[in-house]
């Protein structure tokens, strides 16, 4: 009897050693559920959901401070892909969030531009480039469409266009066909 | 039947040793072309040159709208990708939109040039001694003259070269299998050129580093077969086999060819490089002896004329940038009611808006259909699970579970039943008794895969931007506030001041030592005053 109690205390107190060890040794620095939010989130970090970027945004999706109707950019299969992972009802997007549209990009008319440097500061992924009192430029490929850098430029030379949709980016389209019905007698 | 010498290891003689799943035998329609001997097409009044004739980016342009051109000499520059060249001699007309034989049948940049009709070639850097030239100037080289696969896909060949470089290719295969119905050109290339394709095949595989060269042609080609097993270049070479295999479509799909020629299956995702094999068309491989030993760019190719609605179908050797209208001027004109103009084969290619398109890299062939030909769209019928397809699918796909999660835009499960190694032969499209237009569903998916790979790069670009940002702003707010205590702790360590005032007092001292109202009076305070 006092053999077993012993055998069973001592045996509980090397397993929780062990696992106090490994709670310790194989520690999680991040929540992954925030980590696999911010992955499906489209980064453009545009800040229509209401927080400043796409993390942060994760983060509050994670602490139930925020629902998963409010990014745009996303749209509805963005919203299905959170709904997916957190096992909740899809629900369409929040229209004071925004509405869902096809990417763009921003150009800036270099004729206009006066080289004010704001619209460098307000972009969230550095894709101005450009120095004081000197031409700025939009690189292209980098640009994530989120349109913050519009409010802030007081010459208004910043005018969004269409992602490239031409031949090296076309795409097929959706076969328009429809299966019809068949008519038995 | 092989004809083989100084074979390699054994197995390896080229003979046919697998086969591939599926496939269809399809009638052929080739003997009609075949009949005239290739001739070069009068000079056409306009050469439209579009700058995307790749797999790829576009090429930026090099010239201007008034330039004198001549020929051969470059007009795009393309990063990655491979270079475009002026076809003829003269100048430059314009630059701008044009219809430029792509499937999307948008019209894209183009540079038109007017021949001057003097056919002036630009100064020309052979490599006449190739033997002897490093590999990396051989595809070098390729890569300046613009070379690209010229059997439908149009990779740069260099950089296949380069990736079969790194990757220790042992055998080079030529392929010369066309197994699409009506195409004829590369069969007429072989019977005309067979001592050019040889001598290319060895310079890619000198270039690559390779022992050996498999040859493929389909069994039916007998006089292009003879042609190349009695070229002189071909006794004299060693390691070169000549391999007939059966003609099924699609054999002369990479991957299906290198399935029956070895009976090793190239991994999905993978690339033939994967198994030690490099695979090159033969017109890319007559390309590639025109661009060492002359220093040639490419600027023509073989193109096939055919089909019911042309008066007399033949093969010509076309200037890129020919109008197709030009073409088939040359060849009588149309005959009878063409409903339908294809570039490519009756399987793979795509129709054309315009016959004002131009001949490209990748036109192989331009087939006119008549309208009893161009079949009536068939109203589309639900899928009843036959399972035809799965059974000619080359790839083995199951066509019919693809088409219902691309209907539904199951893009990852799709995706997991390996909707990218589809091919889009067309096999599916032909048996299914439904009428469902599966290839038209594999290629959107395809797309809409490709665009998912797209924005997920650039999400996970944006993301690392946007913290690599975060990151910098705090850095620089740290190093403000830390600026800052600095300064404060200055201020207030009172006896830190003082020394500080002494010592400028003293500096000031020196200077102004023997000048009159030189004196500073201190402060209990700390603060100084001149008097």
Known sequence: MLISILLMGALGIAFGLGLGWAAVRFRVEADPVIERIDALLPQTQCGQCGFPGCRPYAEAIAQDKADINQCPPGGEAGIRALA?????????????????????????????????????????????????????????????????????????????????????????????????????? | MTASRQGGPAGAEGQQTGHFHGGLRLRHHKKISCAAAVERPP????????????????????????DTVLKGQPIGRCQRGAAVHAP???????????????????PGPCVIIRPDGREQWCRLEPLSDWQNASPDSLIGQMQDCGLAGLGGAVFPTHAKMRDGRERKTHTLILNG?????????????????????????????????????????????????????????????????????????PEGGERQLIQVLTGLEVPAGGRPSDLGLVCQNVATAAAVAEAITAGKPL?????????????????????????????????????????????GGPMMGFSLDTDAAPVVKASNCLLALTRDEVAEPQAEMPCIRCGECARVCPATLLPQQLHLQA???????????????????????????????LVDWFRYGKGELRKLARENAASELARRRFEDREARLQRLQQERAEKMTRRKQMLKDKTMQQDRIRASIQRAGHKGAGKPGGQIDIRADGTSDDT
């Open chain 2, 177 to 249: 299998v066309e197994c699409e119905p009506w195409i004829s050109c590369d069969e007429m290339l072989m019977r005309e050129q067979p001592g050019k394709i040889i001598l290319g095949a060895r310079i890619l595989r000198r270039a690559l580093g390779a022992e050996r060269v498999v040859i493929a042609v389909e069994d039916q080609m007998e006089t292009a077969l003879k042609a190349l097993s009695d070229c002189a270049e071909f006794s004299e070479s060693h390691n070169i086999s000549l391999v007939k295999v059966p003609a099924i479509y």
């Open chain 2, 407 to 437: 209907r539904s835009g199951l893009w990852k499960q799709a995706q997991e039943y390996g909707l990218t190694a589809c091919i889009e032969c067309g096999c599916c499209d032909l048996v299914c008794p439904s009428h469902i237009p």
């Open chain 2, 43 to 66: 000079l056409p009044e306009l050469l439209v040159v579009p700058l995307l004739q790749q797999a790829g980016d576009m090429a930026e342009p090099l010239v201007r709208r008034g």
């Open chain 1, 84 to 185: 997916d992972l957190l096992g909740r009802e899809p629900k369409p997007l929040n229209p004071e969030n925004g509405e869902e549209s096809a990417k763009t990009v921003v150009l800036i008319d270099e004729t206009r531009c006066i080289g004010c440097t704001l619209c460098i500061q307000a972009c969230p992924v550095d894709a101005i480039v450009g120095a004081a009192k000197l031409m700025h430029t939009v690189i292209k490929s980098e640009c994530t469409g989120c349109n913050l850098c519009l409010p802030p430029c007081p010459v208004d030379c910043i005018d969004i266009v269409a992602a490239e949709t031409g031949p090296p980016h076309w795409q097929r389209p959706k076969p328009q066909t429809a299966p019809v019905a068949v008519s038995l007698q």
């Open chain 2, 299 to 343: 600027i023509e190719r073989y193109i096939t004329v055919t089909g019911n609605g042309i008066a007399h179908p033949r093969n010509f050797l076309a200037l890129f940038g020919t109008p197709v209208a030009h073409l088939v001027e040359c060849c009588g004109g149309y005959r009878g009611d063409v409903a339908r103009l294809v570039v």
């Open chain 2, 88 to 106: 003829a001699s003269g100048s430059v007309e314009a630059l701008e939109d044009r219809p430029m034989s792509h499937p999307s049948g948008q």
